[in-house]
């Protein structure tokens, strides 16, 4: 377990020491796809590395409406940042994606050891900065993006060539809600853009058929034109 702890970025720097004594307060937990971790307003007890699978993070309306908040993959922790905030409990539900495996870190001790170490601190604190810098940036896709472009842009983020085929990597549900899109407007924009000859879509498998026309969709054709533009020395009245 002290190798597996030491493999991930937030835990990477730790001493010898530290991990030892991380690993003797942990547990390790395997779910099954869809198995709950801990739902919103259960006791705050433990933050989580995730070993291999996937981990979604949601929060349910009064009507019961679900909210993917983040999709939490291997190497990656999730959880730490209420240490800081003194929360007494999860902000949001936590669900396995697939088969997956975790470790679950005793907080209050490492809250304790975090005390005895500025260091260590300030590197954990380096973390979560990235990680809130990455949240802002999906919440300013979906306040200025419609829905079309935040569809374009989760497909060029996996990394797309011209005729390439894509295997989306959670169910198309999970896509949707994640990028604050209903089912049925996800399938309409898939089916456009299919139409269009921009994609082909055979059930979880998408192929780029136009990549020029989905970075324009994404936004990414007017920037990409607009820095070509020369630059122009003094002002014109």
Known sequence: MIEELRGTLLLSRLS?????????????????????????????ERFYLVLSGQMR????????AEKVIEIIGPGETFA???????????????????????????????????????DTCLLLLGD?????????????????????????SYLLSLSPAQGEELALDMRKGIIASRLSIKPETFSRI?????????????????????LAALERLAGLGEFRELAALPCQGGHQG
């Not at 396995?96 to 809250?111: C, N, W």
């Not at 900065?129 to 374009?152: C, P, T, W, Y």
């Not at 269009?196 to 192929?207: E, F, L, P, W, Y």
Request: glycine letters at 6%; aromatic letters at 6%; one cysteine or more.
């Open 128 to 152: 979560l900065s990235q990680r809130l810098k990455g949240l802002v940036r999906e919440i300013d896709n979906i306040s200025l993006h419609s829905a079309s472009s935040r569809f374009a």
């Open 57 to 64: 993070l949601f929060r349910l309306s009064p009507e019961g």
């Open 16 to 44: 010898s020491e530290q991990l030892e004594r991380v690993a003797r307060r942990a547990v390790r937990s395997r779910l099954a796809d869809g198995q709950l971790l801990f739902s919103q307003a259960d006791p705050f």
């Open 190 to 210: 898939e089916k456009d853009l299919s139409d269009q000859g921009i994609i082909a879509v055979q059930g979880m498998r998408v192929k780029i058929l136009n």
């Open 80 to 118: 730490e940042a209420l240490m800081f905030m003194n929360a007494a409990r999860y902000p949001v539900c936590a669900a396995a994606l697939g088969p997956t495996e975790l470790i679950g870190v005793d907080s209050r001790d490492f809250a304790r050891m975090l005390r005895e170490s500025v």
